[in-house]
C-alpha cells in the first residue's frame, strides 16, 4: 500500500480520530509470526497519517481481515481511552452491509443467539454455545435476488466473528465465506461483508459523527443485483 492509498481511503479526520476505509484482503494487526519490519498489516502503515502530531494513530476497534470499510483509529492516548470506553459500553452505533445466500423470511429481525469459542487454541474461531457469551444483532432486509438477500445488520454486541457466525446459524450465511459458510477455501467469491457506517458520540455538546464508506467494487455487482441504486 502506498501513501497515496491509504490517503486516499481517509474518510474522516479531527483531532481525536481518523476513520479510515479500509480494503478487504488485509489485516489489521500484524501477525505474531510476521518477520520484524514486514508490512503484512495496515497498522504497519499508520505512520502516514500522523498529520503533524508525534505518534501514529492506533487501532480502536478490529474488522476482519476480509471485512472492508469504516475502521476507527484514535490519534493520541487520551483518544483512544475516550473510543475504548464508547465501544465498551456499546455507545457506537455500527451498521454492516452484507450479501448473504438465501435469505430470513422476514423483512425486519434480532438475532439473539450466545457464541462461543469452537477450539481454544484458535480464539477466532467461533460457534453458537449455549454457554457463550450473550450476543445481538439486528437485521433488515434491503433488497433481494435469485436466491441472494442484501442485509443491513447491526450488531448490538462486538464479538468476534459475530455477524459471520449469526447469519450462517440462521441459514442464510454471508456470500464468500469459506469458513461459516459454503465458500471454498480458494477460487471462491470474496465476503460480501462491509462496515458501511459507524456513529460516534465522542463530543459532549455537539451531535454524534457518523461516517460512511464507499461500496466496495468486490461488492457492487451482487448489491446492484439486489438493488442497490449505486448512490453512497
Known amino acids: 500500500m502506498t501513501e497515496e492509498d491509504l490517503l486516499a481511503r481517509l474518510l474522516y479526520r479531527d483531532a ?6 479500509k480494503p478487504a484482503g488485509i489485516a489489521v494487526h500484524r501477525g505474531p509470526k510476521a518477520a520484524f519490519g514486514e ?15 508525534p505518534r501514529a494513530p492506533s487501532l480502536a ?15 493520541h492516548r487520551k483518544a483512544l481511552e475516550t473510543l475504548g470506553d464508547l465501544f465498551k459500553k456499546g455507545k457506537i452505533d ?4 452484507a450479501v448473504v445466500e438465501g435469505g430470513p423470511g422476514e423483512d425486519t429481525g434480532l438475532i439473539d443467539l ?7 487454541s484458535r480464539g477466532w474461531w467461533m460457534k453458537v454455545d449455549t454457554e457463550g457469551l450473550p450476543s445481538q444483532s439486528r437485521f ?18 462486538g464479538r468476534t466473528h459475530q455477524l459471520r457466525v449469526h447469519c450462517a446459524a440462521m441459514g442464510w450465511p454471508i456470500l464468500g465465506d469459506p469458513i461459516y459458510g459454503s465458500a471454498p ?13 459507524v456513529t460516534i458520540p465522542i463530543y459532549r455538546n455537539k451531535p454524534p459523527i457518523t461516517v460512511t464508506a464507499p461500496v466496495p467494487e468486490a461488492m457492487a455487482v451482487a448489491l446492484t443485483a439486489c438493488g442497490y441504486s449505486g448512490r453512497d
Open 94 to 97: 455500527k451498521t454492516y452491509w
Open 140 to 157: 433488515t432486509v434491503m433488497g433481494r435476488h435469485e436466491g441472494l438477500t442484501w442485509l443491513a445488520l447491526d450488531p448490538l454486541t
Open 16 to 21: 481525536l480520530m481518523l476513520v479510515i476505509d
Open 61 to 75: 476497534h478490529r474488522l476482519d481481515r476480509d471485512t472492508s470499510g469504516c475502521l476507527v483509529l484514535g490519534r
Open 39 to 53: 508490512h503484512d498489516a495496515l497498522e504497519a502503515y499508520f505512520g502516514i497519517l500522523k498529520f503533524g502530531l
Open 185 to 197: 477455501r480458494q477460487g471462491g467469491p470474496p465476503l460480501h461483508l462491509h462496515a458501511r457506517e
Open 114 to 120: 450466545p457464541l462461543g469459542r469452537r477450539d481454544a
